[in-house]
């Protein structure tokens, strides 16, 4: 039986000899090169605070502020003050917080004693260091010419010595690097493992033992281009596929932290769904993205097509206390507008332009210009929920409107007479004029009562209602009222349980939103108030540093200077639909070679180019140029079809190769650059869940609709319609290296660690699954045939000799009921075929 080992590993501490370089190279560096030396290299000729960390003794010395790790000390360690946000003074890297996957390998690494196998170059300052050695960046004219923004073209398949092997023109430019360096193919796996790596692949889902036997007696020439063709018809296809989007599209249904002005996105399930809808349609690539930033822009699209928009109406913002200062509350939004830049730039274009915020991006041909001319679409774009229900534009647009600044006036009247401060008459008199705007925008929305009641009653929600202020009779000043008795388990179960359902809405609404521009307004000096402007947009002025109280000149909305042909200013409202076709028109290449990267590192679980979000100067340079350039034309050829493009990867002799190792495989190429043979990896942690659920014949196969939370025992729904939270990510995610949807992912770093061991031997949610698999074959006649039963459902197989042996002599002493767990927790059940 190929059972996992399961360990426990007891927490001690760690020398620097307990962890290999490896450690540094796959937990540490890759941060560090992605998310600090844009600010912090010894190359740069003044790095920010004195700070280097490219070098070993550049790390250890720290910067202006003393040093920034104690070696086997993590919490006297600055660093992980800095990464965690947890220091006032210092939060890094400024575009996002690291997950706290990241935040615990350096917290790991320091208590190590921050083993670091760099070899020193020339700390900043040094004779070597010179002002020859400074970088300042790349100016536009020469990144014009840098190979991730040329043009693509069709390219003819080389001319390898094995000409039998290829069966698409993808092989033929993977053969001829295998025969440059020396190296085989190796043979095609069979096809029991290729049934089973295609529904996985294609559907997040195992086959059964049925379709197994029924495809490996099917000896027909096409009987594997059927099967995939029936697989990317699966409704299946779309939930598989749309959630590979999702981590991109950073999709979750609250904020990081869910304050007054920063609540749950009660529609943010609909966005979800329409994304596994277009998936499954094969909606062109370049309409799917400009839905996502335009679609109430883009000409006839219909009001189900509006959901799209949830790309940007779900992103996640900041409380923003009015109480704070101007300052303070531009800053915020600067933070908001900064995160929507990062996740298109890096999402769709592969480029880091939020590393211009604060200066011109210190590799790329990005000045800080081009990125607040970004910034300005996105605060020329405000977040409130649109009706799905037909209205017309005008009446949509004042709901949005109204739902938007109601919103604010509600929290502001609230605010002020629950929270007075030391001039309670002048903030009651502030809370009574603020629910009067309310009700007097009610009061103009109010012919929607009978066309569209729905949308009626959402406003009506917004009237601050006040309870009664108990006041003494000199003075307007509230009494305290009596301390109310604690809650109870019972209560505080039952609070959790109605939080969680006030998530989801299935009235007809959707997150989005629409063009305003956005003003602080700091005239008061008590309360610090949000000006939005309907069909006004907002132009940005730099801010050096991304200083709010020093702006720099005015910066009009346009396109990436370095990536646009003629003039790059946006004209039309906020500026997103021309956003959107400029991506698809000027930088249309790089963008197709972007997604076509990330559709080959979601088939082979590594990418052409290993920095799916960085195609800069920093980002590595793909192992296969020419495959890359001429997959995404033909791509674009082909409709920016994703299915077309799954055709290519799945029919091709590369992707149906074995993945057993070789030894000369491994001697020449131990990382697999070279595609010698398909990529062993394990399954991501929904298709572990799904297959669980589907093995035990609990999965609940609904499609679309509300979330729910996943730690709910009655959820057996597919894990893409578990609740995704900001704030509180669900256990198994977190334990299974979800991502963080804070900002943008480019990729999922799997590992395999003790709790995940753990989990499979404690977990009530497998516990269960193993006790419905055991039912599941409760009626078979004898011991033996429970077993072969169990296997065809757990691995779409019948045990060997030795696997049926060794599972009665375990049952002798066991239940059935175990068993089935320790079946659930084999290898062959969370590693990809």
């Known amino acids: 039986m190929k059972f996992c080992a399961l360990a426990i590993v007891l927490a001690a501490p760690l020398s620097a000899q307990s962890l290999s370089n490896d450690f540094f190279e796959q937990e540490i560096r890759p941060v560090l090169v992605n998310k600090c030396y844009g600010c912090h290299s010894s190359k740069l000729k003044s790095p920010m605070g004195g700070l280097v960390l490219d070098t070993r003794s550049g790390l250890r010395r720290g910067g202006k502020g003393g040093a920034v790790i104690v070696p086997g000390d993590s919490k006297a360690s600055r660093l992980i003050g800095a990464l965690s946000y947890t220091d006032p003074e210092l939060r890094m890297p400024p575009t996002g917080k690291l997950s706290d996957r990241e935040i615990a390998a350096f917290r790991q690494w320091i208590e190590a004693g921050a083993p670091d196998p760099r070899e020193d170059g020339p700390a900043a300052g040094s004779p070597a260091a010179a002002p020859t050695a400074a970088k300042r960046g790349m100016d536009v004219e020469t990144g014009r010419k840098w190979w991730a923004f040329q043009p693509v073209r069709e390219i003819p398949a080389p001319n390898v010595k094995d000409a039998a092997w290829p069966r698409k023109k993808i092989d033929a430019f993977v053969l001829a690097k295998l025969e440059e360096n020396r190296l085989k193919p190796s043979a095609e796996a069979d096809s029991a493992t290729l049934i089973r790596r295609a529904f996985l692949d294609l559907t997040g889902l195992k086959p059964s033992y049925q379709d197994v036997q029924d495809f490996q007696a099917d000896h027909s020439a096409d009987a594997y281009e059927r099967l995939i063709g029936r697989l990317l018809e699966s409704p299946h296809y779309g939930e598989r596929w749309g959630r590979y989007w999702l981590d991109v599209a950073r999709y979750a249904e609250d904020n990081p932290t869910s304050e007054a002005t920063n609540p749950p996105y009660p529609f943010a399930w609909r966005y979800r769904d329409w994304v596994i809808s277009a998936v499954s349609h094969d909606m062109p690539y370049d309409r799917f993205v400009k839905l996502q930033l335009a679609a109430d822009q883009l000409p006839g699209t219909s009001r189900e097509d509006l959901r799209a928009l949830g790309y940007l109406g779900t992103g996640p913002v900041y409380h923003k206390d009015a109480r704070l200062s101007k300052d303070v509350i531009e800053t915020l939004f600067t933070d908001d507008w900064d995160e929507r830049v990062d996740a298109v730039s890096r999402g769709l274009l592969g480029l880091t332009v939020a590393c211009a915020r604060c200066h011109d991006h210190k590799f790329d041909p990005i000045p800080t210009k081009d990125y607040y001319g970004l910034a300005g679409v996105f605060a020329s774009s405000v977040q409130a929920p649109r009706p799905l229900n037909e209205v017309g534009s005008q009446t949509e647009q004042r709901f949005m409107w109204a739902a938007q600044r109601m919103f604010f006036l509600n929290y502001a009247s609230n605010l002020m007479r629950n929270e007075p401060g030391t001039k309670p008459e002048e903030s009651f008199q502030k809370a009574d004029r603020f629910k009067q705007d309310c009700e007097k925008i009610l009061a103009e929305m109010e012919f929607l009562k009978d066309g ?23 003075a307007r000043t509230p009494v305290p009222p009596t301390a109310p008795a604690p809650p109870t388990p019972t209560d505080t179960a039952q609070a959790q349980a109605r939080q969680r359902q006030r998530t989801a809405s299935t009235e007809p609404f959707t997150n989005s939103v629409f063009d305003a521009g956005v003003w602080v307004d700091g005239s008061d000096p008590d309360l610090t108030t949000v000006d939005t402007r309907p069909g ?68 082979f679980g590594k990418p052409l180019v290993a920095t799916p979000s960085d195609f800069g100067t920093q980002g590595e340079k793909p192992t296969h140029p020419e495959l890359l350039d001429d997959l995404a034309a033909r791509f674009m050829a082909n409709g920016w079809s994703l299915k077309w493009l799954h055709r290519e990867i799945l029919l091709s002799a590369t992707y149906r190769q074995s993945s057993r190792p070789r030894e000369d495989g491994l001697q020449a190429d131990a990382t697999n650059h070279l595609l010698w043979r398909m990529n062993p990896r394990r399954l991501d942690v929904e298709a572990y869940r799904d297959s669980l659920l589907e093995a035990a014949g609990t999965l609940d196969e609904t499609v679309a609709g509300p979330s729910a939370d996943l730690d709910l025992a009655e959820n057996n729904r597919r894990t ?65 045939s429970k077993v072969r039963a169990m296997y065809r459902r757990v691995v779409a197989r019948d045990p060997d000799a030795k696997e049926l042996d060794l599972a009665m002599s375990y049952l002798n002493g066991s239940t059935l009921a175990q068993y089935a767990q320790a079946l659930l927790s084999s290898n062959e059940v969370i590693f990809w075929p």
Do not use: C
């Open 452 to 474: 569209h009641p729905e949308m009626y009653q959402y406003l009506s929600r917004m009237v601050p209602r006040p309870k009664p202020v108990q006041a003494s009779p000199q």
């Open 720 to 784: 893409v319609y578990g609740r995704i939270s900001r704030g509180n990510l669900n256990t198994l995610l977190r334990l299974y290296d979800f991502p963080s949807a804070n900002l943008h992912s480019p990729e999922r770093e799997l590992t395999t660690t003790p709790l995940q061991q753990l989990f499979v031997m404690n977990s009530p949610f497998i516990q269960a699954q193993a006790e419905a698999l055991a039912k599941r074959v409760e009626g078979e006649p004898d011991t033996a």
């Open 536 to 603: 006004t947009p907002r132009d940005l002025n730099v801010l050096p540093h991304g200083n709010v109280a020093a702006p720099g000149e005015l910066a009009p909305r346009h396109f990436l200077t370095v990536l646009a042909k003629g003039d790059p200013v946006f004209h039309q409202g906020s500026g997103r639909l021309e956003l959107a076709n400029r991506i698809f028109s000027d930088a249309a290449p790089l963008a197709a070679r972007v997604m076509v990267n990330r559709v080959w590192a979601w088939h």
